[in-house]
């Protein structure tokens, strides 16, 4: 375009002012008293009001964040829980080897989640009656999925998926009795049933299923 085109009088360059002044109207007005500014910056109201914010200039909010103390309010013993419970997510926790119920702390998260309307959620109470299932049925019922082999293992003990340690500790000894070479005049067969029996005793054994 040449300069002393009739275009180019009519080409207008907003200000760097007005920009500003444009941004300025986008944020609200600071909350500081006295204030009044434009506030882009956010800071926390404090602890119990989480997800709740001030609006200020960024002197203001340098001035507030200085003065800034979550724990305001609070003991020694209570910023030590805290801070200790912060490790984990302020989730519950117990040590390895023991559930939530073996410790207590199970029925106090069910009655925590009642006292927080859980059960608003579950209209129908079908997380509860999980739960009492859970408890009520015995601890063979609840058993894991089982492996290909230690289905294996059971199938050579004529045994279902679902058997107990007690069901296979008593076909194991039945099964060792009957097929015992001494119980058979040394017929070879039955020493190989008796290995295969033995091998797969060993291996639910080993597996945690007896």
Aim: charged content about 30%; glycine content about 8%; some cysteine.
């Amino acid at each position: 375009m040449k300069l002393n085109s009739k275009y180019f009088d009519s080409i207008r360059v907003g200000s760097k002012r007005q920009a500003a002044d444009d941004a300025d109207r986008k944020h609200p007005a600071c909350q500081w008293k006295g204030c009044g500014r434009p506030a882009p910056h956010r800071a926390p109201k404090g602890r119990g009001r989480d997800g709740e914010y001030f609006a200020f200039c960024i002197d203001h909010v340098r001035a507030y964040n200085a003065a800034y103390n979550y724990f305001d309010g609070m003991s020694d013993a209570e910023v030590t829980d805290f801070q200790k419970d912060a490790m984990t997510g302020h989730r519950p926790t117990w040590k390895v080897g023991a559930n939530s119920w073996a410790h207590g702390t199970g029925q106090r998260m069910s009655r925590g989640a009642a006292d927080t309307g859980f059960r608003a959620h579950d209209p129908h109470d079908l997380f509860a009656e999980r739960a009492r299932q859970a408890r009520e049925e015995p601890a063979d019922a609840r058993r894991r999925q089982l492996k290909p082999l230690e289905k294996k293992s059971l199938d050579a003990l004529h045994l279902p998926e679902t058997a107990s340690k007690d069901e296979i500790k008593s076909r194991f000894k039945e099964l060792v009795k009957r097929h015992h070479p001494d119980a058979n005049g040394g017929d070879t067969r039955s020493a190989d049933t008796l290995r295969e029996i033995i091998q797969a005793y060993n291996y639910l054994k080993k597996a945690g299923l007896v």
